[in-house]
């Protein structure tokens, strides 16, 4: 059970960085005013990365033992 949390902890981590790092990029440079951005399409596509982000972490993580995903179905040989 020990895996599942360090995997979880691992992929939400790297999911919030994502979605920060996603968000970042859509403000922009400042040349529009802090009140002129469109809040809600900056959270949607920062959620989606976010999701897309911990789906792709299903295949594996580095941050955790040998990159293994404890949600992999097939053992690796």
Known sequence: MNEY???AAAATTRAVKT???TAVSLIGTGAVGFTDLDW???ASVAGV???VSLLTSVAGLPEVADGKSPLASAPVE
């Open 5 to 7: 949390k360090a995997w």
């Open 40 to 42: 809600m399409q900056i």
């Open 49 to 51: 990365a976010a999701v």
């Open 19 to 21: 979605a920060a790092q």
